[in-house]
């Protein structure tokens, strides 16, 4: 099964190959690929450099046509990328299948996005001038992918670019990169010339920032990934002055107030903390329940919580599958194991991790000032905490360095606008568990990054305004 599975990527399959990928769920190995080095990369960004000359020549709708065609492809293959992203990332197949046509959406809407790049025309200073703006392409882009959206984190990223008339090179995760390499497969299949868009896997991932960040003809660095390594990527892109795009770590609030329904609350927990095992950006971090209905919602999570079934992505019926590998789960163990300690109470699940395997856990009792409250948990463990009144709310939902997504059920339409317009997030759903879609703009404050991905703003990220004077008339 897996041979076949893997056909989409067998061209890159080598028996001797550095990066080792592995399936999380069973520990088997899926294949070997090789790693490129500094040199290696090096050259294909000269490469993409050259080949992008061309491509911003291109009309806007020859490049949408190319972009559409690779946007069928991916829809073609659904089912084997899909069980790609399974075996290497561990999520749920059905999970997976709906990262597939979730990535997919973004290539189909920056086809039509790019057609609509458009300028400006501004009444002059002058009766002998005037003002307009085109925008351009930046130029050649490079782009870090994470393990945990492995074709939907690229797609977002590589569609603009090309759309905007950039070229891009793509070093996805060491866990996942089997997933980028079948895109960039398709993407060649369909048309879309081979050096504007290369997939770089690589062992040596730290270096590979380094020399996307200092490399002359590297005019973009667009990165998903932690806080952590986000920093390291902006202090080395000074050098340069490269433009960043940041989606990095989040701490998302839940809140449930009084009047909230609570019915759609627990389906909003469901699929804001549970999907993908907690290991998205977006994922409710904390949830903040109002006195009133403290014990009847956390009654009721736990109960659908119980309905959950761990295993392996692939099997039928799992509903939540491994982390991505043993030592994330120790970690998140362990984060459990300090709340417990200190008198937090466990309504479901427990501390104990199996392998990459944690189970899905619901903690009561816990305050603001608990590193599972403070750290992006990333994992299925949900905190509860207790609040008494909105300005609480509030206080303890913005008390964090993050700020990307934030969830909350009212029905009260005052309180709603309220809360929403103060809490210091660059994304809040209200009575919604999801919010991610490629029409709306992505993207966080403080230390959740800067840029947005999705909507004409994420094609705007790969694209300079130029100014030009008209006078003389
Ligand atoms: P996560 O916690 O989601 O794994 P990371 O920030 O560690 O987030 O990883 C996201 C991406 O960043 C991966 O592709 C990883 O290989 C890459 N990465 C990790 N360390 C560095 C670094 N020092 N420079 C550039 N990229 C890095």
Redesign the pocket.
Known sequence: MTIETLALVSDYLRADGAIVVENPATGAVLGRIASHDADAVSAIIDKADAARIAWAQHSAQARSNLLRAWHGLILAHADDLARIITLESGKPLAEAKGEVAYGASYVEWFAEEGKRAYGETIPGFSPRSRILTIRQPIGTCAA?????FPLAMITRKVAPALAAGCSIVV????ATPLTALALEKLAHEAGIPADLFRVTATKS??A???L?CTHPLVRKLS????T???Q??MAQAAQQVTRLSLELGGNAPFIVFDDADLDAAVEGVLASKYRNAGQTCVCANRLLVQDGVHDAFVARLVARVGQLRMGDGMADGTTLGPL?DAREAARVAALVEDARTAGCAIKIGGTGSDGAFHPATIMTGVTQDMPIAQDEI?GPVAPVIRFTDEADAIRIANDTIYGLAAYLYSRDIGRVWRVMEALEYGMVAVNEGILSTETAPFGGVKQSGMGREGSSHGLADYMEIKYALMGGM
Do not use: D, H, Q, Y
């Open positions: 870090i992918t994470p393990w945990n070093k996805p995760a060491e991932s730290s590979i920032g380094a996307f990165f998903t990934g932690s952590r390594v986000g390291i990527l991505i990333f």
